[in-house]
């Protein structure tokens, strides 16, 4: 009996499975060669997310009529291990998020997240750095990406760039001079917004990242971690207590795409409501309905030690490997329609 094209299509993606379970036990051997326990996520949560952007899908039993979400992130619970003592973790968890699927973007994803207590962004940018050569020497030859849209050398470590001289380099200034909701349309507009009524600064920032800034970041040729983002991006990073109105976050880019969203983490269980509700604020006023709160998590932010962590999205970076789509290096690009 002939197969089914679907079928014969998933038989001949067998070579992308194999680099995907080889991929993973490099990524698992990595880590624990440094000292990190991996640890299980839950996959059925009463809270997903807080950010404005964050869309999580709800699922309800059969039986029971029960009702859950599923995890944008594993953050939550990640966190919560930090808060009661543990002081190296990582997950390869599954992920999702209610967005319309892409070249770069699945419904569906592996997130690795991974948490270091008593150590700042620094120590994050190392992680990165040696995971990047690590994997890289791996697929790639030399540890060198070379494509017909970028080439980056996996290898030989990670530059570190203000995000404000990005801005002045390739978004029209640095971004610490706009200092209103107008000044962030207005530079919007300049790059080509054709309307900005209603948009906030997060909107704006959005936009900016997209549209000016992360097109050149290929041309740098090498692994870039983007630090010192807007206090308005910073939904769980703390602030950075030398300069006003920037976060102690970054944003890992390496080949063109967008791997990993690191913080030095909030420790304030009374500011990290306050951000929750003035994003809830803003999820009403797009239309959205309001984020569940997790109580237990909110306990928990106020018990973190100093710590930082970090978010890498594994099968983008996989998919960077072997110049796939991440929905292939996923499931072979069966999905539910």
């Not at 992308?16 to 379970?21: G, K, T, V």
Request: negative net charge.
């Amino acid at each position: 009996m002939e197969k089914p094209p679907f079928l014969a299509d998933l038989a001949s993606r067998q070579p992308l499975f194999e680099a995907r379970a080889r991929f993973l036990h490099l990524v698992r051997e990595f880590f624990r060669s440094h000292g990190f326990l991996e640890v299980d996520a839950p996959l059925l949560v009463p809270a997903a997310g807080m950010e404005p952007h964050l869309d999580p899908f709800e699922v309800r039993g059969w039986a029971t009529g029960a009702q859950a979400l599923l995890p944008t992130s594993p953050e939550f619970y990640l966190k919560k291990l930090v808060a009661s003592g543990v002081e190296r973790c990582f997950a390869l968890a599954p992920a999702f998020r209610d967005e319309a699927p892409g070249r770069a973007h699945s419904p569906e994803f592996l997130m690795l997240e991974w948490y270091r207590t008593g150590a700042d962004l620094d120590a994050l940018v190392e992680d990165c750095a040696l995971l990047l050569e690590r994997v890289g020497r791996a697929f790639l030859p030399g540890g060198r990406l070379c494509t017909e849209d970028a080439r980056c050398d996996l290898s030989g470590g990670v530059r570190v760039m203000r995000l404000s001289e990005a801005f002045d380099r390739f978004g029209g200034g640095d971004w610490r001079r706009l200092s209103t909701p107008q000044a962030w349309r207005e530079r919007a507009r300049s790059f080509g917004a054709s309307s900005t009524e209603g948009w906030t600064e997060n909107d704006c920032f959005s936009f900016l990242m997209v549209s000016a800034v992360e097109p050149h970041l290929a041309s740098l040729e090498c692994p870039v971690a983007l630090v010192g983002y807007p206090a308005f991006q910073a939904a769980l990073a703390r602030l950075d207590p030398t300069e006003d109105g920037v976060s102690e976050r970054f944003e890992l880019y390496a080949g063109g795409a967008e791997l990993a969203n690191a913080y030095a983490e909030l420790t304030d269980a009374a500011e990290q409501r306050a951000r929750f509700e003035h994003y809830q604020t803003e999820r009403a006023a797009a239309g959205k309905p309001r984020h569940p709160e997790d109580p237990q998590f909110m306990e928990a932010v106020g018990h973190l030690p100093p710590c930082a962590g970090i978010a890498l999205g594994a099968d983008r970076l996989l998919a960077l490997l072997l110049g796939e789509p991440v929905s292939r290096v996923r499931h072979g690009s069966v999905r539910i329609e």
